[in-house]
């Protein structure tokens, strides 16, 4: 679940973050809002999940995404995310579905759901929710472990690829930490794309919630995530209600106007 090799350093929301970046090998066992965010043996979870992000590198250069994201979910848990010798990314998953405004949602979409661990949370905040994965294999795993609740659906599809049939069809649509890996490159034109794409799986008034790695924000890692989310931001599709920082992630909250607010049009080329 996480791109780097390290977890670190002091992290402050109402200030700039000190945070790692690759090859800082220091490690911060923080506090954030009076909780343990994450425990020493996460570095666990941070140097496996390293490992699956350069296989899973090396094999869609030759081999293409299904096949390389397939490859990884093979083990079982690719990015250590059920495992539960790890804190972090439970707490996170948890963070997130907190920051949901409160409401009840008809129909959400887990976008890249992965083992359907966020999709999960999800629940008891939708009527119903679909998840969806690249990865068969993933899409197999997330089926067969959340069959006790039957609201909870996952399928395989690639979401550059969405059929148009899921338009305008969910009122909440998560996207955490599947961005990034899109195929490179990811220009600013493309990340447009994409938002102004995403934005359509929306009803009027539906929401979007955007997380994504985020430590100093100066490291690559991070400025890929900013402008991932400046994509978003950027979107006439989509308004930003609300931004969360937390160690190490960057959150965005998002809402698709009303109808009153005209066709989603803009060019990517625009401003
Ligand atoms: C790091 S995992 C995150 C999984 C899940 N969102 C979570 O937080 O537990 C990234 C997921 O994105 C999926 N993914 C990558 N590219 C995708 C694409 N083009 N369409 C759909 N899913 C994709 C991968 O298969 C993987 O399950």
Redesign the pocket.
């Known amino acids: ?1 996480c791109r780097f090799v390290t977890v670190a350093a002091s992290h402050d929301a109402a200030g700039p973050a000190e945070g790692p970046s690759r090859g800082d090998m220091s490690v911060a066992i923080g506090r954030f809002g009076g909780f343990l965010f994450m425990s020493p043996r996460d570095i666990g979870l941070f140097l496996r999940s390293a490992r699956t992000d350069a296989s899973i590198a090396r094999m869609r250069a030759t081999d293409g ?1 299904l096949a390389a ?1 397939d490859a ?2 093979e083990g079982g848990d690719p ?1 250590a ?1 059920a495992d539960p010798r790890y804190v972090y ?1 439970r707490r996170k ?1 948890d963070v997130l579905a907190s920051l949901l405004p409160p409401r009840r949602f008809a129909r959400a979409l ?6 359907g ?2 999709a999960r949370r999800l629940a008891a905040h939708a009527d119903e929710v679909v998840g ?4 068969e294999a ?1 899409v197999a795993h997330a089926t067969t472990a959340h069959r006790d609740l039957p609201q909870l659906s996952f399928m395989q ?4 690829a969405l059929p148009a049939v899921l338009e305008g069809s969910f009122d909440l649509l998560v996207l ?3 961005l990034y ?2 195929p490179p490159p990811l220009t600013d034109a493309t990340l447009k794309e994409v938002a102004l794409r995403l934005a359509r799986l929306l009803r009027p008034g539906g929401v979007c919630l955007l997380a994504n790695h985020y430590f100093s924000g100066a490291d690559a890692d991070s400025r890929l995530s900013r402008r991932i989310h400046q994509a978003f931001a950027w979107s006439p599709g989509l308004q930003v209600t609300a931004e969360h920082r937390r160690p190490f992630y960057l959150v965005t909250m998002l809402e698709r106007p009303g109808d009153d607010a005209g066709p989603i049009t803009r060019s990517v080329l625009g401003t």
Do not use: N, P, V
Request: proline content about 0%; hydrophobic content about 50%.
């Open positions: 679940m995404d994201f990884a979910y990015w995310s990314q998953y887990d976008l890249g759901s992965g083992l661990l966020m969806i994965d690249i990865s993933a599809g690639d979401m550059m955490a930490d599947t890996y899109l």
